[in-house]
């Protein structure tokens, strides 16, 4: 005999299980199906090598809203997040810059390269900020169609346009300027020195198979601006235990609610009757029946693989085709012997407990992105790199570290240097070329810091189509498709479709495909749960 849940949540990433502690927090009866061996999806923490756990996707922590935190008392249930501070970028002259959550500091280093920048920095926080304070009642909004007549629908856009005109000219003039500009071309008018653009214009490329100097990067820069630890705007951290951790707190707040998670339990099918939602089937063939289900994978995943196009209208089926996915990411985990020692700055001190950046100009960066135009793995990488065992021991044994490294660009579609351009997008491709690309990265940082290949005790490397495989993300987007401008808000994931529903009846979406977007946020899952609540 079938079992029947009032709602089943398919994927147990940090989205999905948000999703499913609020649905069991209002009393219904919830099953979380996962296809992995843990919960966590891309927000996982594995012991990969013995003795050190690596956050092998997912490794910083900002975006996580407030009110989740607060309203699930993620606290209780083991969450504790170590904020990560400051910025250190070294530079090939050997030099470097190296901004910290210490104003003062921050500002001495900043003013060796530019008294003129040192000052602007305060008041381009201030911006930012009050650019931020905008955008934020926004992320827990349920989009609105535009396209809709009827006053419900169109009223939240009043609001927001009534906010809009409400701001200082000069904030709506920055505000309209985040949408269409440039990283680079937005940071063209607070600074002049090449290193701080550079590091700042860094946020505006992630998720995104852009350059810093493509239009529209400027709002990914505000959209990870965002980030907010005990309400500190631009605030980042670590999750003590890894990120892993994250997902694993939600996990515990969900099942205290009464939800039910199960592991190794991959989806195969959503079962409709009559275009609405009544089940799915694990491919295992046993089945679950429910009125509600909530999809926390990606648009591709549930729309073509799971429900089927038959069931789907014509024009919906196209505005999927055209989601953009394109990954562009990748990821390197080291496990080491000690710390590496930087030429610019030479010593285990502070300024290696923040991020580390290799970006240490905006022509590099654009280089960067030029060889990931034509299908190539970028030879000079930004990398974006944390040691979060300095922070949380735990992760590795003593005198020993864990060192996550974020490397862009590393395209899906990679392509082989002699085939003329031709697409290599099958297996072979990335699995040929895996170990090449991770030896660009650590040949890269060891430009900076020479001692680094000697302390290597063991190396993870992870491509676009790793993050396809092992994790389920299309086409290996970290975000569940790019942030652009055309995918955003109430175009996220297509037009009439982003408020969570979807055309299949008891069938909703609540991962990072939909808006607010990626990143270890839990605002979708948050957002998909109350519309499903709230049919």
Known sequence: MPQHYDAVVIGAGHNGLTAAAYLARAGRKVLVLERRHLVGGAAVTEEVYPGFKYSVCSYVVSLLRPEIIRELELARHGLELLPLDGTFTPMPSG???????DHAQSFRDISRHSRLDAEAYDEY???????????????????????SMKIRDVRPLLD?????????EASRHDQLQLLTMSASDFLDQWFETDVLKATMAASGIIGTFLGVRSPGTAYV???HYMGEIDGAFRSWGLSRGGTGMVSESIASAARAAGAEIRLEAPVSKVMINNGRATGVVLEDGDYVLTNTVLSSVDPRLTFMRM???EHLPGDFVEDIRRYKFRGSSGKVN???????????????????????????????MERAYDQAKYG?????????????????????????HVMSCFVQYAPYDLREPSDGGSSATDAPAWDQHREAFGDTVVDTIAEYAPNLKDLILHRQVLTPLDFERTFGLSEGNIFQGELTLEQLFFLRPAPGWADYRTPITGLYMCGSATHPGGGIMGAPGRNGAMKAMNR
């Open 125 to 147: 926080g201030r911006a930012m900020v009050e650019m931020s304070r905008f955008a934020k009642p926004i992320l827990g909004m349920t989009p609105p169609d535009p396209f």
């Open 221 to 223: 820069l505000l959209h």
């Open 307 to 309: 429900v089927g196009e």
């Open 95 to 101: 030099d470097y810059l190296w901004r910290t959550n």
């Open 334 to 364: 080291l496990a080491l012997d000690g710390l590496p020692d930087f030429t610019a700055l030479k010593g285990s001190g502070p300024h290696l407990r923040g991020a580390i950046s290799i970006s240490p100009s905006v022509d590099y």
């Open 376 to 400: 190539q793995y970028s030879r000079r990488p930004y990398i974006d790199i944390v040691i979060p065992s300095l922070t949380d021991p735990s992760l590795a044994p003593p005198g020993k």
């Open 160 to 168: 927001i346009l009534a906010r809009f005109r409400a701001l200082p």
